[in-house]
């Protein structure tokens, strides 16, 4: 008699359904993970302070509750209740293809799509993302291969991979967990400094019988753009009187960690002389820099304020208690504290971050070749982009990191009292305007979520017929142009003011950029000099660009009177020395007792550094893993001055 297999078959089929029913689990658990925890507590984790509004703070964690709801019930939710509507015929497909997506995000995520610049906080790109069709086709090489092995490993070890899926699980808590822990002890760090900005003052003093002297740092400012500036709006020269435009300069690096020190405090904070101090952390070299100026000042007598130090104790949000124990220094943090369209702003960005942290985390683990459609020019698929209603709605859209240094510019009025008591002063100055840089509306360069400049992306010409054709250029050199334009528009009405109140032409004002941009316009591209310098394992469209070592440098002296171009070959680091000019007698570096001078054409070679940006990493005591430059002669437009990995110590 013929033994009945039927109650074997069925307990098999059983357990093979029971067994692809965990393996989904894990699956859409994996994915729920990655998407809604794991990514977005990455990208906060990196920089916390970004997150947060300097002059309303709240706990930047909370954004990843919205993410982590949306990835369950996108995953979780949704994807294993459709896998369990399933005949288990299509749910065994189901479940495969759902570990092939699980294993390729993964990969694509680690891998691919992580050169595409700065994000913002908005979490937005600063240009539009792009890769090359070779490393698109590479991307969908290797997204192939990691399905056909997981669809392999699915028929011949089906456990294996269901151990692999329930360790994946447990690593991505492990790492997310980790990555809450860094958030929340650098957001505490966040709390403290944004609890003192409630109690300053944001203002400071000009007199009009003393002398004044103001450094102002435009963060990225571009020289190069200068004479098209004037020339497009030819009331700047007459608002910037009593200018020297100085566009041969140099700057010792590409980014503010390492190029904002010697703009401070001279030129023992270029590279070579932080890393001549190997004992010191760069920490506490760049606090020093940043105190450089204001005690010569105050020490000479002056009346001291101090706004945005940029990186103050390295921190984002400058953490001015480094100015504590000189309790004459007048210290505040301007940039987010003016209150128009505030409440729109703040509205606008909880929106986006609690929406689209789990729409960047699914754009980031995606193929390459989908990647541009989920991102959509930073929109990520919602309809209408969120322009926002009502009133402010007409900026709803604008960077926030560009608009609370816009709003600093544009108040700069209300922010400078003006006296007559014969008090001399002393302001030192940070905006990062020109570095968040934004497409603005022509021709008034004003913010605006929608803008069309279709009417005025002409070509730019300065006085000697030169053009720049913005209709051609790419978008980051649109952007930075209105970016900058905004700026010198800005402090042309802030001169005008100033002339109103009297205390122009007794003002020194310098006003200068720690470093350029790499925008392939006024520059040498050193890729044309030495070919392919990927091996160097930096983006080379954008170190190799010597634009990024040319900063701005404006220079008005007391009393004087026209606009004019001086060519002699300079570095940023003479800002200490020009401000000290006729104002402070015998100057020092207080941390170190050496003479502060100006040496800009002594040194036979000067000796740029590219490394790290992110201070929280780039933190020790040297620069890691520092490229070096080399610039010997006077010219900084000299295709021949400039040598990669070379001349350095």
């Not at 993970?33 to 906060?44: K, Q």
């Not at 040194?603 to 520092?626: F, K, L, Q, R, T």
């Amino acid at each position: 008699m013929r033994k009945d297999r039927r109650p074997e078959l069925n307990a098999r089929q059983k357990k093979t359904d029971r067994n692809n029913r965990i393996l989904l689990a894990l699956c859409c658990l994996y994915m729920a993970l990655l998407t809604g925890l794991f990514i977005p507590s990455a990208v906060i984790s990196a920089s916390p302070a970004e997150f947060v509004d300097a002059h309303y703070y709240q706990d930047p964690a909370r954004y990843l509750i919205p993410s982590s709801l949306i990835g369950a019930g996108v995953f979780l939710i949704a994807g294993f209740g459709i896998g369990l509507l399933l005949n288990p015929w299509a749910r065994k497909r189901y479940t495969t293809a759902a570990a092939a997506v699980a294993a390729v995000s993964a990969m694509n995520y680690m891998l691919f799509g992580r050169d595409y610049g700065s994000l913002s906080s908005a979490l937005k790109y600063e240009t539009a993302i792009s890769n090359p069709a070779g490393t698109v086709l590479m991307n969908a090489a290797c997204a192939a291969a990691v399905a056909v092995a997981v669809v392999l490993l699915r028929k011949k070890h089906s456990l294996i991979l269901r151990l692999i899926c329930l360790y994946g699980c447990g690593a991505l808590v492990v790492m997310s967990v980790m990555n809450i822990d860094s958030l929340r002890k650098q957001a505490g760090e966040v709390r403290d400094i944004t609890d003192r900005i409630q109690a300053e003052d944001a203002s400071f003093r000009l007199d009009k019988k003393g002398r004044n002297v103001v450094v102002i740092m435009l963060d990225r400012a571009i020289s190069g753009f200068v004479p098209y500036m004037l020339n497009e709006k030819p009331e700047l020269k007459e608002q910037f009187d009593g200018f020297t435009w100085y566009p041969n300069t140099l700057s010792y690096g590409y980014h503010t960690n390492i190029a904002a020190p010697a703009l401070f405090g001279g030129y023992e904070y270029t590279p070579d002389g932080m890393e001549e101090r190997a004992g010191l952390s760069l920490k506490d070299k760049h606090n020093e820099a940043l105190k450089v100026m204001p005690l010569n000042f105050l020490e000479a007598g002056y009346e001291v304020t101090v706004c945005d130090a940029p990186y103050a104790n390295y921190q984002w949000i400058p953490d001015l208690s480094i100015y504590d124990e000189y309790p004459e220094i007048r210290t505040c943090n301007t940039i987010g504290m003016f209150d128009e369209y505030k409440i729109q702003m703040l509205e606008y960005l909880d929106h986006v971050r609690s929406r689209n942290l789990f729409f960047y985390s699914l754009f980031r683990a995606s193929p390459l070749v989908l990647q541009p459609v989920i991102y959509d020019n930073g929109r990520y698929l919602e309809p209408g982009g969120n322009t926002g209603k009502g009133e402010g709605a007409e900026l709803a859209g604008v960077s926030p990191d560009f608009l609370n240094s816009y709003m600093v510019m544009k108040n700069l009025d209300r922010l400078t009292n003006v006296t007559e008591d014969g008090t001399n002063t002393f302001l030192m100055l940070a905006n990062e305007m020109t570095h968040d840089a934004v497409e603005l509306q022509k021709p008034d360069y004003t913010p605006r979520s929608e803008v069309d400049n279709s009417a005025y992306n002409g070509a730019l010409k300065t006085e000697d017929g030169q053009e720049l054709n913005l209709a051609e250029a790419e978008e980051i050199v649109r952007i930075h142009y209105d970016s900058d334009m905004a700026a010198m528009i800005q402090l042309g009405r802030w001169f005008d003011e100033l002339r109103k109140q009297g205390v122009y032409d007794n003002t020194r004002i310098i006003i200068v950029s720690d470093h350029g941009c790499y925008l392939g316009l006024f520059g040498t591209d050193l890729r044309e000099k030495y070919g392919d310098l990927s091996s160097f394992g930096y983006r080379t469209d954008e170190w190799t660009d010597t634009m990024c070592y040319n900063p701005l440098l404006l220079v008005k002296d007391f009393g004087a009177s026209g606009f004019t171009t001086d060519r002699t070959f300079m570095t940023n680091a003479e800002t200490p020395a020009l401000a000290f000019e006729g104002t402070v007698e015998n100057p020092v570096n207080p941390f170190t007792g050496c003479a502060l001078t100006g040496r800009a054409g002594e040194a036979a070679e000067h000796h740029v550094v590219e490394s790290d940006w992110h201070i929280a990493d780039n933190c020790g005591n040297m620069y890691s893993d520092p490229l070096r430059i080399t610039f010997r002669g006077t010219d900084v437009f000299d295709p021949e001055g400039w040598t990669v990995g070379s001349g350095n110590p």
